[in-house]
């Protein structure tokens, strides 16, 4: 599982070096990430003011389904904030029909001083270019408790010419405390760069169009 910074991700350059040096050194299963964006949008909403960003993770999945993975970027939406950290695991799998499915856990971890971090439970079942995710908060340093926000998002992908892929989104979010939204958006990506357009139905600045341009780079370690 890699964490993406637009509702896609974007990857910082690496040197052709560093590439071979990489494939040298193989670990089946182990895998690192790199990306830079234009702007960090998670479930339509900036995390970084409407400024670039710059993240990277490391993953292992092995043979049965298993993976666990860390991420992190630069953030500041809330007071005393410069970083997020993300922790995850998750078992996935695919059925002789073709339906897959998923199951994970993820904890969010900001500055300390933040008081913002939080985790979540995931399940996901997908079909072809289709899936669809449920995501509900299991607990938060302020105060939620299990269950008590909860995003279903639904998305879908399709190669619409050689190496290009047109990337479909809708989610929903709805939390205990009120101020509910829609967020959805469109991408073209190729070769690692991204061209993202989102929006929600929010009021105020968090509900303007955001236009994002990112480049994603994958490594085997």
Known sequence: MKKTITALSISAIFTS????????HTIEGLSANASASSNYLWRGVTQTTNSAAVSGGI???NASGFSVGTWASNADWAENMTYELDV?????NELDNGLGYSIGYIYYAYDSDADADFSEVNFSLSYDAFSITYNTLVDS????????DTYISADAAFEVSEGLELGLHV????FDAGGDYVDYGISLSKNGFTF???????DGADGDVNFVVSYSVDLDL
């Not at 070096?17 to 040298?24: G, P």
């Not at 995850?88 to 996935?92: G, M, Q, R, V």
Request: glycine share 8%; no cysteine; proline share 0%.
């Open 88 to 92: 995850y695991a998750a078992y996935s």
């Open 141 to 148: 340093d302020a105060d939620g408790d299990f269950g008590d």
């Open 59 to 61: 993953d292992y999945e």
């Open 17 to 24: 070096s560093m590439l071979i040096a990489a494939s040298a």
């Open 196 to 202: 993202a357009i989102s929006d929600t139905d929010i």
């Open 171 to 174: 989610g929903s979010y709805d």
